[in-house]
């Protein structure tokens, strides 16, 4: 005997009270409505119905509802849009943010709970850019209630104890250790009894938490602005730097450099350190002096304190001070001279004789005494302030920059777009 199935018919509970409240049947026969159902309605009692609000409205309430339910979701959709794009563009994840306090974890699994009931748990993770098995770790800490920790002691009973982190915290920044490096601290720490744990946990834990071992020293005030000299030939820096060609030999740059104007005055290249070759640059650079007596700044360098030279100084020709003893001042302006030719030139070709080398020196000393402009000269070169040539090219340059100035901006006012002015069409 096979099972029967009926549909059982639900109506439309104003429809019951409109019957049995007037007893005419006949409203609801005309309707398709059962008699002996309609007869039922009658004679029952009424029933409690539990509705929704908006059943009850009008259609202009619900109209006017609907277009405030509108406006608000378009607000709403470009506020998102610009959230998201603004996360999107400023690298935002949660990935690698570390977020010890578990409040703030427990109003974020919150929100994610909330906003997860709308949209899949995997839109949501995308949206905050938080991956999958970071947010079930901490699904699984929610109930630890522990702040401040990696993960969950009991799922890690490794980790150190929050006692133990206190420990290391107090003897890494106290007084008492200061002169006890971190990792003979750590072996000290176990020595003593007060926390075993490795060196490379005692770093880690000083990296990750910032903690500053005390330091006191009160370091001398640096000089901000160098040695000055007011005119050319009046203070000279000579100086020998080293360099290493592919096949692994070395090569001696020799120099002298004028103060004042910056200008390479003499160099030479070698395959040997030859301690000679200072005095015989600083003749070669001499060779335009009347009546000059330049300040020579050298290091302590034997290529700089040898027979040669001092038979130079003791000739009158100039006069010798050693950098940073004699006087505060390094003799950083040719050092800085040699960063700039190696980085910046040198490096950028193959050094593979000395013969190239030379080549490429000779080039860009050209460069820099001619044709590059120094910074700190309102756009002249070296030559031209060694030469007093180029007074006049500052002023020509501040001229230049506001002509360009103001045809930039008569030509950026003949453009026209379609949004100025829609009638003319968009010009190239």
Not at 90 to 115: E, Q, V
Not at 183 to 208: D, E, I, N
Not at 397 to 406: D, S, T, V
Request: contains cysteine.
């Amino acid at each position: 005997m096979s099972a029967t199935t009926r549909t059982h018919r639900t109506y439309d509970h104003r429809l019951r009270d409109l019957i049995r409240s007037t007893g005419d049947i006949r409203q609801a026969t005309e309707r398709g409505i059962p008699r002996s159902t309609a007869r039922g309605w009658v004679t029952s009692p009424r029933a409690e119905v539990v509705t929704v609000d908006v059943v009850d409205r009008d259609v202009v309430k619900l109209q006017k509802e609907m277009l405030a339910l509108r406006r608000r979701l378009e607000r709403l959709i470009a506020l998102l849009r610009l959230v998201i794009l603004l996360w999107k563009f400023s690298g935002f994840s949660l990935t690698n943010l570390r977020i010890p306090d578990r409040a703030r974890k427990l109003r974020l699994l919150r929100a994610i709970d909330r906003s997860h009931s709308v949209l899949p748990l995997r839109a949501v993770l995308r949206v905050l850019r938080l991956s999958h098995s970071r947010f079930h770790t901490w699904k699984q800490e929610e109930e630890c209630g522990l702040d401040d920790v990696p993960s969950c002691p009991r799922s890690s009973p490794q980790q150190l104890t929050a006692a133990e982190c206190k420990t290391i915290e107090e003897m890494v920044t106290s007084d008492a250790y200061r002169h006890v490096p971190t990792g003979t601290l750590a072996r000290l720490a176990q020595r003593l009894g007060k926390v075993f744990a490795s060196p490379t946990t005692w770093y880690r834990l000083v990296r990750q938490f910032q903690w500053r071992r005390p330091r006191k020293r009160v370091h001398p005030a640096k000089p901000k602005i160098g040695v000055r000299a007011l005119r050319p030939n009046e203070i000279w820096h000579v100086d020998t730097t080293l360099i290493r060609l592919l096949d692994g030999s070395r090569a001696y740059l020799h120099a002298v450099i004028d103060n004042f104007s910056r200008r390479i005055l003499a160099w030479k290249v070698s395959a040997t350190f030859d301690p000679s070759t200072t005095a015989e640059l600083l003749l070669n650079a001499s060779g335009d002096l009347v009546d000059q007596k330049p300040i020579l700044l050298a290091d302590g360098g034997v290529e700089n304190f040898n027979g040669a030279v001092d038979k130079l100084v003791e000739s009158g020709l100039l006069k010798r001070l050693l950098a940073q003893t004699e006087i505060t001042f390094s003799n950083s302006l040719i050092e800085s001279w040699w960063r700039v030719l190696k980085h910046q030139w040198l490096y950028l070709n193959s050094l593979d004789t000395v013969s190239t080398l030379k080549m490429l020196i000779g080039f860009y000393v050209s460069e820099h005494n001619a044709r590059l402009p120094h910074s700190a000269f309102r756009g002249q070169t070296p030559d031209e302030m060694y030469y007093g040539t180029g007074s006049h090219i500052p002023r020509e340059i501040e001229l230049a920059r506001k002509g360009a100035r103001q045809a930039r901006l008569e030509a950026n006012r003949k453009r026209t777009c379609q949004k100025c002015d829609p009638l003319v069409p968009l010009s190239p």
